[in-house]
Protein backbone atom coordinates (compact mmCIF):
# COMPACT_ATOMS: atom_id res chain seq x y z
CA UNK A 1 0.00 0.00 0.00
CA UNK A 2 1.39 3.92 -0.92
CA UNK A 3 2.40 5.34 2.48
CA UNK A 4 -0.32 7.87 2.68
CA UNK A 5 -2.04 9.56 5.72
CA UNK A 6 -4.92 11.91 6.22
CA UNK A 7 -5.45 13.50 9.26
CA UNK A 8 -7.63 14.20 10.61
CA UNK A 9 -9.90 11.38 9.28
CA UNK A 10 -13.21 12.55 10.61
CA UNK A 11 -13.93 16.26 11.63
CA UNK A 12 -17.26 18.14 12.59
CA UNK A 13 -17.10 21.68 12.65
CA UNK A 14 -19.24 25.06 12.73
CA UNK A 15 -19.77 27.32 9.61
CA UNK A 16 -17.14 30.45 10.10
CA UNK A 17 -14.55 28.16 11.01
CA UNK A 18 -11.07 27.69 9.82
CA UNK A 19 -10.42 23.97 8.92
CA UNK A 20 -6.88 21.98 7.78
CA UNK A 21 -6.70 18.96 6.77
CA UNK A 22 -3.15 17.29 6.35
CA UNK A 23 -1.65 14.84 3.84
CA UNK A 24 1.54 12.68 4.61
CA UNK A 25 3.38 10.65 2.78
CA UNK A 26 6.27 8.63 2.60
CA UNK A 27 6.75 7.72 -1.04
CA UNK A 28 8.45 10.92 -1.86
CA UNK A 29 6.35 11.41 -4.71
CA UNK A 30 6.43 14.47 -6.37
CA UNK A 31 2.84 15.49 -7.59
CA UNK A 32 -0.18 15.53 -4.66
CA UNK A 33 -3.39 16.51 -5.08
CA UNK A 34 -6.56 16.99 -3.02
CA UNK A 35 -9.95 15.95 -4.69
CA UNK A 36 -13.77 15.70 -2.78
CA UNK A 37 -16.10 13.18 -3.46
CA UNK A 38 -19.98 14.26 -3.06
CA UNK A 39 -22.97 11.67 -3.84
CA UNK A 40 -23.67 12.02 -7.81
CA UNK A 41 -20.37 13.86 -8.40
CA UNK A 42 -18.12 11.31 -8.17
CA UNK A 43 -14.71 12.54 -7.63
CA UNK A 44 -13.15 16.55 -8.26
CA UNK A 45 -10.56 17.91 -8.28
CA UNK A 46 -10.16 20.75 -6.14
CA UNK A 47 -5.96 21.64 -5.95
CA UNK A 48 -2.81 19.96 -6.89
CA UNK A 49 0.86 20.47 -6.59
CA UNK A 50 3.71 19.28 -8.67
CA UNK A 51 6.61 20.22 -6.03
CA UNK A 52 7.29 22.12 -3.52
CA UNK A 53 5.50 25.20 -3.33
CA UNK A 54 4.11 24.86 -6.80
CA UNK A 55 0.34 24.36 -6.69
CA UNK A 56 -2.35 25.16 -9.15
CA UNK A 57 -6.28 24.81 -9.04
CA UNK A 58 -8.15 22.57 -10.23
CA UNK A 59 -11.86 22.87 -11.47
CA UNK A 60 -13.63 23.16 -7.53
CA UNK A 61 -11.13 25.40 -6.13
CA UNK A 62 -12.87 28.38 -4.76
CA UNK A 63 -13.32 28.40 -0.74
CA UNK A 64 -9.76 26.53 -0.56
CA UNK A 65 -6.52 27.09 -0.07
CA UNK A 66 -3.12 24.40 0.26
CA UNK A 67 0.44 24.95 1.14
CA UNK A 68 3.20 22.63 0.25
CA UNK A 69 6.29 23.07 2.40
CA UNK A 70 8.28 20.08 2.11
CA UNK A 71 7.68 17.21 -0.42
CA UNK A 72 5.53 15.01 2.04
CA UNK A 73 3.34 17.27 3.22
CA UNK A 74 0.52 18.44 1.32
CA UNK A 75 -2.30 20.85 3.37
CA UNK A 76 -5.86 21.87 2.61
CA UNK A 77 -7.20 24.88 4.19
CA UNK A 78 -10.69 26.03 4.25
CA UNK A 79 -10.43 29.60 5.97
CA UNK A 80 -13.96 30.12 6.63
CA UNK A 81 -15.88 26.58 6.42
CA UNK A 82 -19.55 26.50 4.93
CA UNK A 83 -22.21 23.56 4.58
CA UNK A 84 -21.70 23.16 0.90
CA UNK A 85 -18.28 22.39 1.77
CA UNK A 86 -19.11 19.10 4.00
CA UNK A 87 -17.97 16.23 2.24
CA UNK A 88 -15.56 13.28 1.67
CA UNK A 89 -11.58 14.75 0.82
CA UNK A 90 -9.46 11.95 -0.42
CA UNK A 91 -5.62 13.12 -0.90
CA UNK A 92 -3.71 11.23 -3.65
CA UNK A 93 -0.28 11.12 -4.95
CA UNK A 94 1.73 10.11 -8.22
CA UNK A 95 5.08 10.45 -9.22
CA UNK A 96 3.67 12.25 -12.58
CA UNK A 97 4.27 11.24 -16.52
CA UNK A 98 7.96 10.99 -17.18
CA UNK A 99 9.82 8.43 -19.06
CA UNK A 100 10.00 6.02 -16.16
CA UNK A 101 6.81 6.51 -14.38
CA UNK A 102 3.01 6.23 -15.23
CA UNK A 103 0.98 8.91 -13.84
CA UNK A 104 -0.77 6.10 -11.99
CA UNK A 105 -2.69 7.94 -8.74
CA UNK A 106 -2.78 6.13 -5.32
CA UNK A 107 -5.24 7.20 -2.83
CA UNK A 108 -5.26 7.88 0.78
CA UNK A 109 -8.11 6.57 3.16
CA UNK A 110 -10.30 9.71 3.07
CA UNK A 111 -11.16 12.69 5.42
CA UNK A 112 -14.86 13.21 6.31
CA UNK A 113 -15.58 16.44 7.13
CA UNK A 114 -19.14 17.89 8.03
CA UNK A 115 -19.88 21.36 8.99
CA UNK A 116 -22.51 22.57 10.51
CA UNK B 1 -11.32 20.02 -19.62
CA UNK B 2 -11.69 16.59 -20.29
CA UNK B 3 -14.99 14.99 -20.20
CA UNK B 4 -15.40 11.16 -18.50
CA UNK B 5 -18.58 9.68 -19.17
CA UNK B 6 -19.73 6.44 -17.43
CA UNK B 7 -22.11 4.10 -17.92
CA UNK B 8 -24.32 2.32 -17.14
CA UNK B 9 -24.74 4.76 -13.50
CA UNK B 10 -26.53 1.51 -11.63
CA UNK B 11 -25.61 -2.25 -12.59
CA UNK B 12 -27.48 -4.96 -10.23
CA UNK B 13 -26.48 -8.45 -10.78
CA UNK B 14 -26.57 -11.85 -9.91
CA UNK B 15 -23.77 -13.79 -7.79
CA UNK B 16 -21.89 -15.53 -10.80
CA UNK B 17 -23.13 -12.93 -14.06
CA UNK B 18 -20.69 -11.29 -15.80
CA UNK B 19 -20.91 -7.89 -16.72
CA UNK B 20 -19.00 -4.55 -18.79
CA UNK B 21 -18.74 -1.30 -17.29
CA UNK B 22 -17.79 1.60 -20.09
CA UNK B 23 -15.60 4.56 -20.06
CA UNK B 24 -15.98 7.35 -22.66
CA UNK B 25 -13.29 10.05 -22.60
CA UNK B 26 -13.65 13.60 -24.47
CA UNK B 27 -9.71 13.84 -25.50
CA UNK B 28 -6.61 12.35 -25.85
CA UNK B 29 -5.20 10.98 -22.52
CA UNK B 30 -2.09 10.28 -21.47
CA UNK B 31 -3.04 7.31 -19.22
CA UNK B 32 -6.10 5.72 -17.82
CA UNK B 33 -7.46 4.02 -14.99
CA UNK B 34 -10.02 1.76 -13.18
CA UNK B 35 -10.79 2.19 -9.73
CA UNK B 36 -13.06 0.25 -6.69
CA UNK B 37 -14.40 1.95 -4.00
CA UNK B 38 -15.47 -0.57 -1.39
CA UNK B 39 -18.33 -0.02 0.90
CA UNK B 40 -15.82 1.19 3.29
CA UNK B 41 -14.76 4.14 1.15
CA UNK B 42 -11.52 2.99 0.37
CA UNK B 43 -10.53 3.57 -3.57
CA UNK B 44 -8.40 0.59 -4.70
CA UNK B 45 -6.47 0.21 -8.06
CA UNK B 46 -7.60 -2.05 -10.38
CA UNK B 47 -5.93 -1.33 -13.29
CA UNK B 48 -3.14 1.68 -15.20
CA UNK B 49 -4.30 1.09 -19.02
CA UNK B 50 -3.60 3.56 -21.27
CA UNK B 51 -3.98 1.19 -24.29
CA UNK B 52 -4.43 -2.23 -25.22
CA UNK B 53 -5.60 -4.91 -22.94
CA UNK B 54 -4.83 -6.58 -19.37
CA UNK B 55 -6.30 -9.10 -16.98
CA UNK B 56 -6.01 -9.67 -13.09
CA UNK B 57 -8.38 -12.70 -12.11
CA UNK B 58 -11.85 -12.15 -13.11
CA UNK B 59 -11.40 -8.38 -13.99
CA UNK B 60 -10.01 -7.61 -17.59
CA UNK B 61 -9.67 -4.16 -19.02
CA UNK B 62 -9.27 -2.91 -22.69
CA UNK B 63 -8.58 0.70 -23.90
CA UNK B 64 -8.78 1.94 -27.17
CA UNK B 65 -7.14 5.35 -27.20
CA UNK B 66 -8.06 6.12 -30.53
CA UNK B 67 -11.80 5.67 -30.07
CA UNK B 68 -11.45 7.16 -26.70
CA UNK B 69 -12.72 4.97 -24.56
CA UNK B 70 -11.91 2.56 -22.28
CA UNK B 71 -14.30 -0.83 -20.63
CA UNK B 72 -13.93 -2.59 -17.12
CA UNK B 73 -15.03 -6.55 -17.33
CA UNK B 74 -16.14 -8.40 -14.55
CA UNK B 75 -16.65 -12.02 -15.20
CA UNK B 76 -18.17 -14.80 -12.48
CA UNK B 77 -19.48 -12.00 -9.94
CA UNK B 78 -19.29 -12.07 -6.36
CA UNK B 79 -21.04 -10.06 -3.50
CA UNK B 80 -17.20 -8.80 -2.58
CA UNK B 81 -17.57 -7.06 -6.12
CA UNK B 82 -20.30 -4.55 -4.94
CA UNK B 83 -19.47 -0.61 -4.88
CA UNK B 84 -18.67 1.74 -7.48
CA UNK B 85 -16.23 1.66 -10.38
CA UNK B 86 -14.69 4.87 -11.47
CA UNK B 87 -12.34 5.10 -14.34
CA UNK B 88 -10.21 8.55 -14.35
CA UNK B 89 -8.43 10.00 -17.58
CA UNK B 90 -5.00 11.45 -17.21
CA UNK B 91 -3.72 14.48 -19.03
CA UNK B 92 -1.70 17.58 -18.31
CA UNK B 93 -0.77 16.57 -14.91
CA UNK B 94 -3.75 15.80 -13.33
CA UNK B 95 -6.88 13.23 -13.78
CA UNK B 96 -10.24 13.90 -14.24
CA UNK B 97 -12.57 11.27 -12.69
CA UNK B 98 -16.17 10.20 -14.06
CA UNK B 99 -18.95 9.81 -11.76
CA UNK B 100 -18.76 6.21 -11.22
CA UNK B 101 -20.81 2.65 -11.96
CA UNK B 102 -22.22 1.97 -8.69
CA UNK B 103 -22.35 -2.26 -9.12
CA UNK B 104 -24.80 -4.22 -6.75
CA UNK B 105 -24.24 -8.12 -6.67
CA UNK B 106 -26.95 -9.83 -4.98
CA UNK B 107 -26.47 -13.62 -3.84
Known amino acids: DAGITQSPRHKVTETGTPVTLRCHQT?????MYWYRQDPGHGLRLIHY???????DKGEVSDGYSVSRSKTEDFLLTLESATSSQTSVYFC???????????????FGEGSRLTVL | GIQVEQSPPDLILQEGANSTLRCNFS?????LQWFHQNPWGQLINLFY???GTKQNGRLSATTVATERYSLLYISSSQTTDSGVYFC?????????FGDGTTLTVKP
Open chain 2, 49 to 51: IPS
Open chain 1, 27 to 31: ENHRY
Open chain 2, 27 to 31: DSVNN
Open chain 2, 88 to 96: AAYNAGKST
Open chain 1, 49 to 55: SYGVKDT
Open chain 1, 92 to 106: AISEGLTTHYTGELF
